[in-house]
């Protein structure tokens, strides 16, 4: 779940945003506008309507550049008349539409930002804050580190990088020491998550100088603040991380460091083999950890192991010897000491690598009930699928389970097994011969789960029944929706009919009954069950009347079932009600998919006005939504207009998405409207290439293209190809259109 600012971080955030953009003139569109629009006219007009100029008749048409600027003018004084009449919502929309035709323009961005937060609708606000912020050069550092902030939240992590840097520069050049390191601890943080070990060095060499100084930088009594751990181990952190850079002579500094400031010569052991190896003196990290191994240390989980393997590997005759070593010396600290798990399970991770089945089992199986570990369950079940040993193996799957009775930790060993016909049989006649009354719980829930793996669905069912009674409601409700929704996504839509119904039944609280009929409305619609689908849809609706995804089912079920002009009306309907409500971002997300539904319906129907509207609605609330980008800048191209936006539009999404053939067909489809036909052909190829030939109007543009370059038996060829998939798509206009170029070219 994405964390959301708190409601005074907000309003901080609009003022510090908004206060950090210094009060200007609409950009160059506005200022041109004459002075006296931005007032209503008073009293009547001074010339009669019989003494009015004929209309302005263009000798030439404006192109389309022109018709921008007119557009955009026209909507800055529309603007601004709303705003100045208190039409606050509205003065908003119509900033919103006229950003698109002036992106980058932070007057008409400030304006947004301010009505957005003026409204209440802070995700709006924030959204275009970002966008401020990336085209103000003045904002303050502490705006930047809000939007930054609010971007990192929000999983945008390369634009939060970018404003942590700009703000960072602007720090350091008002002294603001304190604001600085806390940047930079962030900076490192972020880089070394994201694999990215020499920017994180950059910043890591700052933090080093700022806090082995801290009188220097006048940070006396705040660095604390930022050390989580404490000091000692913020310098082991930065030894590490320049130790993933490869610097070994910063990394031995910051160890030094750490240990001057709170002894632990175990551990700095450990430190001292790690740079060692780093820097290839395999002789020296052996000494190192030879000392800290002899000294029986536990107070490093699997590293020293793992370090060990790797500097005998370099060293010994061959990897094979190498491992073998390691594997007699290691086993004689483990019997010594049986009960340390991080030793056992790396023994076992080396025993599986050699398919020791026996001496795996032996290290990880007396542990693994009170210690699980993710490495060593995959190990195990490894290791009784190899033994085929069933009864182990039901046992395991109970310890395997999560929170969600799931079964993820084993599922790629278990994936292998299903698609093993002998073992697989082997095992089923195993469970065959178990009484479900006799099983234990999580035995039966843990069965029950790998059937559903192995898609056999009414036998999962069966295990899963049998275990209702042992659970009390909550539980077993979270079982059945698990249960549901993966019969649901391996198309076993009959299985996930019981599971939802059979919770229904389970008398639960409003919210939990609504959202099992949401999803049993869903699965009935998906076996063709459509009136049952909207009776339920329309009870879970009433079950909880403010939620706008639970009534988007109503009009969803209509559109699936194929009743169109049923579910434009219900989508109106629900529009009507929920439209307005910009506090609950669910809400806004299924108004948004409305949307596009509805610009897709229309688009259909060739009313190119709707459908485009839909869009511009969907892009004035999300700007960055690259979806409706390029659906939108693909309707303006196909009906060849607005063609420079469209282009714009269709380039943004596919430099955001690369390998989306959909979008890259929009690109080959807008340089084929531009006469562009060789990038039209490489770029359709492309796209061709991506969706696996198996995308027929990706193949009917690629034969358009051919043809353009005077390819017909290419273009022959595409079209026949786009005809064979069409074929077996719900697209008869498509499909006429392209067996009509193969007749005209045959």
């Known amino acids: 779940m994405i964390l959301r600012p708190s409601l005074w971080m907000l309003l901080l955030f609009a003022a510090l945003v908004l206060g950090s953009v210094c009060p200007a003139s609409l950009s160059a569109a506005e200022s041109s506008m004459p002075e006296d629009t931005a007032a209503s006219s008073q009293g009547k007009d001074e010339l009669p309507f019989s003494q009015l100029p004929d209309p302005f008749v263009e000798k030439t048409p404006r192109n389309e550049s022109a018709e921008n600027r007119l557009q955009l003018t026209t909507l800055l004084t529309k603007a601004r008349l709303q705003d100045h009449?208190?039409?606050?919502?509205?003065?908003?929309?119509?900033?919103?539409?006229?950003?698109?035709?002036?992106p980058g323009s932070a007057t008409i961005l400030q304006e947004i930002v301010r009505l957005g937060f003026l409204l209440q609708r802070n995700e709006i606000a924030s959204r275009y804050a970002i966008l401020l912020a990336e085209n103000q050069m003045t904002m303050t550092a502490d705006a930047l580190q809000r939007v930054a902030q609010y971007?990192?939240?929000?999983?945008?992590?390369?634009?939060?990088?970018?404003?942590?840097?700009?703000?960072?520069?602007?720090?350091?050049?008002?002294?603001?020491?304190?604001?600085?390191?806390?940047?930079?601890?962030?900076?490192?943080?972020?880089?070394?998550?994201?694999?990215?070990?020499?920017?994180?060095?950059?910043?890591?060499?700052?933090?080093?100088?700022?806090?082995?100084?801290?009188?220097k930088f006048e940070l006396d009594g705040v660095v604390e603040q930022f050390t989580s751990g404490g000091l000692r181990s913020t310098f082991e952190k930065l030894g590490d991380i320049y130790l993933e850079a490869d610097q070994p002579d910063k990394a031995t500094k910051m160890f030094a460091k750490a240990e001057e400031i709170a002894p632990s010569p175990e551990v700095h052991l450990i430190h001292s083999a790690k740079v060692l190896a780093a820097r290839k003196d395999w002789a020296g990290a052996q000494g190192k950890l030879d000392e800290y191994l002899e000294a029986d240390h536990r107070v490093a989980g699997q590293e020293p192991y793992s370090l060990l393997l790797k500097v005998r590997k370099e060293t010994a005759?061959?990897?094979?010897?190498?491992?073998?070593?390691?594997?007699?010396?290691?086993?004689?600290?483990?019997?010594?000491?049986?009960?340390?798990?991080?030793?056992?399970?790396?023994?076992?991770?080396?025993?599986a690598e050699q398919d020791d089945w026996d001496n795996a089992i032996a290290m990880a199986a007396p542990l693994i009930a009170d210690e699980t570990d993710a490495d060593a369950l995959n190990d195990l079940c490894q290791a009784y699928i190899a033994k085929s040993?069933?009864?182990?193996?039901?046992?395991?799957?109970?310890?395997?389970?999560?929170?969600?009775?799931?079964?993820?930790t084993i599922s790629e060993p278990l994936e292998k097994l299903i698609d093993d016909p002998k073992k697989w049989d082997e095992l089923a006649t195993y469970l065959k011969s178990l009484t479900p009354t006799e099983t234990p719980l999580n035995e039966r829930i843990g069965i029950a789960r790998l059937y559903q793996l192995a898609s056999q669905g009414e036998t999962a069912w069966t295990w899963a029944e049998?275990?209702?009674?042992?659970?009390?409601?909550?539980?077993?409700?979270?079982?059945?929706?698990?249960?549901?929704?993966?019969?649901?996504?391996?198309?076993?839509?009959?299985?996930?009919?019981?599971?939802?119904?059979?919770?229904?039944?389970?008398?639960?609280?409003?919210?939990?009954?609504?959202?099992?009929?949401f999803y049993l409305a869903t699965t009935l619609e998906m076996q063709d069950k459509t009136s049952d689908a909207l009776r339920t849809a329309k009870r879970a609706a009433l079950l909880d009347e403010e939620s706008a995804l639970l009534r988007s089912r109503i009009p969803w079920t209509l559109y699936h079932a194929g009743r169109t002009e049923e579910a434009v009306k219900e989508y109106r309907t629900l529009l009507d009600k929920f439209a307005d409500d910009f506090a609950n971002q669910q809400t806004r997300q299924?108004?948004?998919?409305?949307?596009?539904?509805?610009?897709?319906?229309?688009?259909?129907?060739?009313?190119?006005?709707?459908?485009?509207?839909?869009?511009?609605?969907?892009?004035?609330?999300?700007?960055?939504?690259?979806?409706?980008m390029n659906d939108l800048g693909y309707l303006w191209i196909d009906h060849e207009k607005n063609l420079g936006r469209g282009f714009a539009m269709i380039q943004k999404a596919v430099?955001?998405?690369?390998?989306?053939?959909?979008?890259?067909?929009?690109?080959?489809?807008?340089?084929?409207?531009?006469?562009?036909?060789?990038?039209?052909?490489?770029?359709?190829?492309?796209?061709?290439?991506?969706?696996?030939?198996?995308?027929?109007t990706v193949l009917d543009h690629l034969g358009d293209a051919y043809l353009a370059l005077g390819k017909k038996e290419k273009a022959l060829a595409s079209w026949k190809q786009a005809s064979d998939v069409l074929q077996g798509e719900d697209d008869a206009e498509i499909l006429s259109q392209v067996e009509s170029k193969l007749k005209a070219n045959t």
């Open 389 to 408: 040993d069933w009864s182990a193996l039901v046992s395991l799957l109970a310890t395997s389970l999560d929170g969600n009775y799931n079964l993820d």
């Open 85 to 102: 009449r208190g039409d606050v919502a509205g003065a908003l929309e119509t900033y919103q539409r006229a950003y698109r035709l002036s």
């Open 590 to 628: 299924v108004i948004r998919d409305a949307k596009r539904l509805l610009s897709a319906i229309a688009g259909q129907k060739d009313d190119l006005p709707q459908a485009t509207e839909w869009l511009e609605q969907v892009l004035d609330e999300f700007p960055d939504d690259t979806g409706a």
């Open 655 to 696: 430099a955001n998405e690369p390998e989306n053939y959909a979008y890259l067909d929009s690109l080959g489809w807008a340089y084929f409207r531009l006469g562009q036909y060789e990038q039209a052909v490489s770029t359709l190829e492309h796209a061709a290439k991506l969706a696996e030939g198996q995308d027929g």
């Open 151 to 215: 971007c990192l939240e929000d999983g945008q992590t390369e634009r939060a990088i970018q404003l942590y840097e700009r703000a960072l520069a602007l720090l350091k050049k008002e002294g603001a020491h304190t604001q600085v390191l806390g940047i930079h601890f962030r900076l490192l943080s972020i880089y070394q998550t994201h694999g990215e070990p020499k920017m994180a060095a950059r910043h890591a060499n700052e933090v080093a100088k700022m806090i082995s100084e801290p009188d």
């Open 317 to 351: 005759d061959s990897p094979k010897a190498a491992q073998t070593e390691v594997v007699d010396r290691l086993r004689k600290l483990h019997d010594a000491s049986p009960d340390f798990a991080p030793l056992a399970y790396f023994l076992t991770s080396l025993y």
């Open 466 to 517: 049998s275990t209702f009674p042992d659970l009390d409601n909550q539980e077993e409700a979270r079982l059945l929706m698990q249960f549901g929704l993966q019969a649901f996504r391996d198309d076993q839509e009959a299985v996930a009919e019981k599971a939802f119904r059979s919770a229904i039944k389970l008398g639960l609280p409003k919210s939990q009954t609504s959202l099992f009929y």
